[in-house]
């Protein structure tokens, strides 16, 4: 069943514009992870964040968790064109470490 | 070395017919998995292999549908009597475990698989 709900499901910005993209998840989690799925192409891990991790960055990448409110939030700085893509949070399926489940994705669209 | 690949990356078939769906995961990575995409949604796990042990089926919609393993090398994903609802994009993934947690998971290209 799906566990992790992305919001909004679609956002347009201009590029050099800020992207905040949400999850939210129903059940305890030990991780969360971000994906990024351009249009044709396969999902590219972008950031695992941990449940005793509230913030993580990776380059234009920051990545917030929040487990009392069972949600996160991927941002996205100085957007480019090429950011142009679906992201998906994953969460594990009960409890698994290996089985994830992922909700329907943010489709954002960077305007050049 | 080289990503995950896939092959075919598109596979049109009758309804009724059987298919065959190919994954060759990044060398050295003892752990695979099948995925289901369909159009819009989120991703279904269907099936996991790690080494040797007994892969865990739990998301295989039906019995239409089984997976095989060689080893720690290429999987097969066999759908039987295919169905229009068997129409969707099919994600491989492999990942080496390290211990400690959730593995990154390395996704190849997909099969898009369209049934008529």
């Known amino acids: 069943s799906q566990q992790g709900e992305e919001d909004p499901q679609a956002l347009s910005i201009q590029e050099g514009e800020n992207a905040t993209m949400n999850c939210s998840y129903k059940t305890s989690i030990n991780n969360l992870q971000w994906y990024r799925q351009n249009s044709g192409r396969g999902l590219v891990h972008l950031i695992l964040?941990?449940?005793?991790?509230r913030e993580k960055h990776s380059g234009r990448l920051r990545v917030t968790l929040d487990t009392s409110k069972k949600s996160s939030s991927l941002l996205i700085t100085a957007s480019r064109a090429a950011d142009t893509a679906s992201y998906f949070c994953a969460t594990p399926l009960g409890g698994s470490n290996y089985k994830l489940t992922f909700g329907k994705g943010t489709l954002l669209t960077v305007n050049p | 070395g080289a990503g995950v690949s896939q092959s075919p990356s598109n596979k049109v078939t009758e309804k009724g017919k059987d298919v065959e769906l190919r994954c060759d995961p990044i060398?050295?990575?003892?752990?695979l998995y099948w995925y289901r995409q369909r159009l819009g949604q989120g991703l279904e796990f269907l099936i996991y292999f790690q080494g040797n042990s007994a892969p865990d089926k739990s998301g295989l919609p039906s019995d239409r549908f089984s997976a095989e393993r060689t080893g720690e090398s290429v999987s097969t994903l066999t759908i039987q009597r295919t169905q229009q609802e068997d129409s969707a994009v099919y994600l491989c993934a492999s990942s080496q475990p390290g211990g400690g947690g959730t593995d990154t998971q390395y996704f190849g290209p997909g099969t898009r698989l369209t049934v008529l």
């Open positions: 060398s050295g990575h003892t752990a």
């Open positions: 964040i941990r449940s005793n991790e």
